[in-house]
């Protein structure tokens, strides 16, 4: 029998901070997805600095008055998708909100902010939230989730596919097929876009990003910094693993400098560190589908490929819908299975005790 289709809103913002995230999409079972509208309700610039007020030194106030404003910041990123989809709240059958992450210090706490309440309220739709904590609860370290969503929906049926991820950090699954979870593999690599995008707001405060890869095209590699910041005994940590801004953040841009030569530096680190996790870890001869921020900038993408080489390096958008979507729609996906009961996290990836299904639900 074929399972009634679900409509739904997943929602993401990541540790790039560059705003709200929000896709519809038509769940048919937990193995078939379909995006029908995708928006980005972008941070202004007072905004991301509340948000980095809150990472660094915020107050207890602080904390408590972004914890709503996320919630409203949510709502109105659901409002740009409902426009953009001509779709109705009361036609949704819940929204899933994984809120911002403020701490994630791995196998101890994976904190995130952002008032489902809010959402419930204002749409009379219930909504899914708060997915780590059940995985951390459970030994694991709570991230990375998104894996669920590629094996069971953005796995390949016939050949073995490499997802990489390059957000704030850089992240990748390996799917040997479809809906098949043995032998399934995912981390984070370490940084992706969080030391760029910072340090080419610290070159030029106007930026957002590093725009067209303008700053880091006009800079010069600094060799000696790449190799000590891949020193870090991190990156030489086995699988499972994650990590954030805690441990790839402002102490580390503070030590890149500044110019665009601290930028290109940082790209450098970012393609480095992906490169070598990919190729220490990971089968030869896989597929690679990378999606994220880090696809729409040129000398980052250009050298991915270049350290890749001969690994197949292809942008998730060829093969599915735009990548800058895909996080979204799997925290629907992870939705879905909540409501149904169903285990989210993956032991094998997260190193938890073992599945669980992640979350809580606010009613309508």
């Known amino acids: 029998m074929t399972e009634r289709p679900v409509l739904a809103i997943g929602l993401m913002s990541g540790t790039s901070l560059d705003g709200m995230d929000a896709a519809l999409v038509r769940l048919e079972g937990p193995a078939r997805a379909h995006l029908l509208a995708f928006e980005t309700r972008p941070y202004a610039s007072a905004e991301r600095a509340l948000l980095e007020k809150c990472l660094h030194d915020g107050s207890s106030a602080d904390f408590a008055r972004l914890h709503v404003q996320l919630g409203v910041w949510a709502c109105e990123a659901v409002d740009q998708v409902l426009a953009t989809g001509r779709t109705r709240a009361s036609t949704l059958d819940f929204i899933a909100f994984p809120g911002q992450t403020l701490w994630h210090e791995p196998g101890r706490v994976s904190w995130q902010l952002g008032e489902p309440a809010v959402l419930a309220e204002r749409f009379g739709v219930r909504v899914v939230s708060g997915f780590r904590a059940r995985d951390v609860a459970a030994?694991?370290?709570?991230?990375?989730?998104?894996?669920?969503?590629?094996?069971?929906?953005?796995?390949?049926?016939?050949?073995?596919?490499?997802?990489?991820?390059?957000?704030?950090?850089?992240?990748?699954?390996?799917?040997?097929?479809?809906?098949?979870?043995?032998?399934?593999?995912?981390?984070?690599?370490?940084?992706?876009?969080?030391?760029?995008?910072?340090?080419?707001?610290?070159?030029?405060?106007?930026?957002?990003?590093?725009?067209?890869?303008?700053?880091?095209?006009?800079?010069?590699?600094?060799?000696?910094?790449?190799?000590?910041?891949?020193?870090?005994?991190?990156?030489?940590?086995?699988?499972?693993?994650?990590?954030?801004?805690?441990?790839?953040?402002?102490?580390?841009?503070?030590?890149?400098?500044?110019?665009?030569?601290?930028?290109?530096?940082?790209v450098e680190i970012t393609v480095r560190s992906i490169a070598d996790a990919i190729t220490r870890w990971l089968p030869a001869g896989s597929e690679i589908l990378v999606s994220g921020g880090g696809t729409r900038h040129p000398v980052l993408r250009k050298r991915l490929d270049e350290l890749l080489a001969p690994r197949t390096v292809r942008d998730f958008s060829d093969v599915y819908f735009s990548g800058d979507a895909k996080e979204a729609v799997a925290f629907a996906h992870l939705g879905y299975l909540t409501v149904h009961g169903q285990p989210g996290n993956l032991p094998e990836v997260t190193g938890a005790r073992g599945p669980r299904v992640l979350g809580s639900i606010t009613p309508a």
Request: hydrophobic content about 45%; charged content about 20%.
């Open 139 to 266: 030994g694991g370290e709570g991230a990375p989730l998104v894996p669920m969503a590629d094996v069971l929906l953005f796995g390949a049926p016939d050949h073995a596919r490499i997802l990489l991820n390059i957000g704030g950090m850089a992240n990748v699954t390996f799917v040997p097929r479809r809906e098949a979870d043995h032998g399934v593999l995912a981390f984070d690599t370490g940084p992706g876009m969080v030391l760029i995008d910072a340090l080419a707001r610290r070159h030029d405060p106007a930026l957002p990003f590093d725009r067209d890869g303008a700053v880091a095209a006009a800079g010069r590699v600094d060799e000696a910094t790449v190799t000590a910041v891949l020193a870090d005994p991190w990156f030489h940590r086995s699988p499972p693993k994650s990590t954030g801004r805690e441990h790839f953040g402002d102490g580390l841009v503070g030590q890149l400098g500044a110019g665009p030569d601290a930028v290109a530096t940082a």
